[in-house]
């Protein structure tokens, strides 16, 4: 017959068992729970209804990665005219960069009822002309994509001091009226075949076509001061830091001419105060030229084959990105936008 301390050890060693299995079935059943639990609704891509007073009328949409955390910076990207922002970020490959990164994508996207014989603008266009759109203190368009923004520091306790902005076409324009309207809220932008800020003060001015479209004449006239002084006028008496500015251009763009890249670095050079010749040229890609201004306050790409089109880089590597079909295929433009703003490492 065993001893009483022998059968104690056994009830003893018996009982530590049954914790330790139990302990063991919780939290797998735990983990099984958490990993059937839906995705919250604000995560992935989204539609956010409510985010503000919304003065100028536009709708906003999110994508919010899975890798994002408290903490995360955010990209306004803007859609072109006639776009949407329904497949923009996945199309272009900024999406890849969310992913990779966990930096959260600001989408907004003009409204229909804006649009047209009813509305302010035509081509579903950003309103990049009109004063109340495109100033700091105007109650328009760039102040609801302030909100946008506020709205992800206070949902996604995003990084108030690592938000920048980006586009294509007329949204390209959208992100020239954001950096020189709100410049304390941006850290830095990249531009993709947009317009110069205010290079047309009227809707006729900023559609009318020709050899120079959008703005055709204007950028033989202005000069580069006068082009620094139109973007200081979105934020008079502005004294503090300003977002850095990286622009794209095709060089075989049919509807906005190449000289919309030198008349946007001509302003951006005048406004941080240095000169207009690059201290440094380089070509990453055949056909393709950075140049770098000043400490690299700009940097500019000219992509020589490339139409009004995205540049765009389709495979699996860190540095390629897009959908195919959807761009030009050279190099990926939101990868270099990416590093240029200090995303990633």
Request: aromatic content about 10%; glycine content about 14%; overall charge negative.
């Amino acid at each position: 017959m065993d001893s009483p301390g022998v059968a104690g050890a056994e009830s003893r060693f018996t009982r530590r068992t049954i914790r330790a299995l139990t302990a063991a079935v919780v939290a797998v059943m735990s983990a099984a729970l958490l990993s059937a639990t839906p995705a919250r609704a604000d995560t992935g891509f989204h539609e956010v209804r409510e985010f503000g007073s919304n003065p100028g009328n536009l709708k906003m949409f999110a994508y919010v990665p899975e890798t994002a955390r408290p903490g995360a910076p955010v990209v306004v990207l803007f859609h072109g005219c006639g776009g949407s922002a329904q497949d923009l970020d996945v199309d272009t490959g900024w999406r890849k960069y969310a992913d990779a990164y966990g930096f959260t994508l600001v989408l907004p996207e003009q409204k229909d009822e804006n649009v047209g014989s009813g509305g302010i603008v035509p081509h579903r266009c950003f309103s990049a002309w009109n004063p109340a759109d495109r100033t700091h203190d105007g109650q328009g368009e760039a102040r609801s994509v302030v909100q946008m923004i506020d709205h992800m520091k206070a949902g996604h306790a995003a990084d108030a001091d690592r938000v920048f902005a980006t586009g294509y076409s007329g949204g390209g324009a959208a992100v020239n009226v954001m950096l020189a309207a709100h410049p304390e809220v941006f850290k830095a932008g990249a531009v993709f075949f947009g317009m110069a800020y205010r290079c047309a003060d009227n809707e006729q001015d900023y559609f009318r076509t020709g050899s120079f479209a959008p703005c055709p004449g204007r950028y033989n006239v202005v000069a580069a001061q006068e082009w620094g002084d139109r973007i200081r006028s979105a934020h008079p008496g502005y004294d503090g830091e300003r977002p850095r500015v990286q622009i794209w251009h095709g060089g075989s763009d049919p509807l906005i001419n190449k000289k919309s890249l030198e008349k946007q670095r001509d302003g951006w050079t005048d406004v941080f105060g240095i000169p207009r010749s690059p201290s440094s040229t380089s070509h990453p890609a055949s056909g393709v030229t950075k140049q770098v201004y000043g400490g690299g306050e700009v940097e500019t790409y000219l992509i020589d084959a490339m139409g009004h089109e995205a540049p765009v880089d389709p495979g699996t590597g860190i540095d390629r990105c897009g959908t195919a079909g959807q761009g030009h295929d050279s190099l990926c433009g939101p990868y270099y936008a990416a590093r240029f703003f200090g995303l990633g490492g």
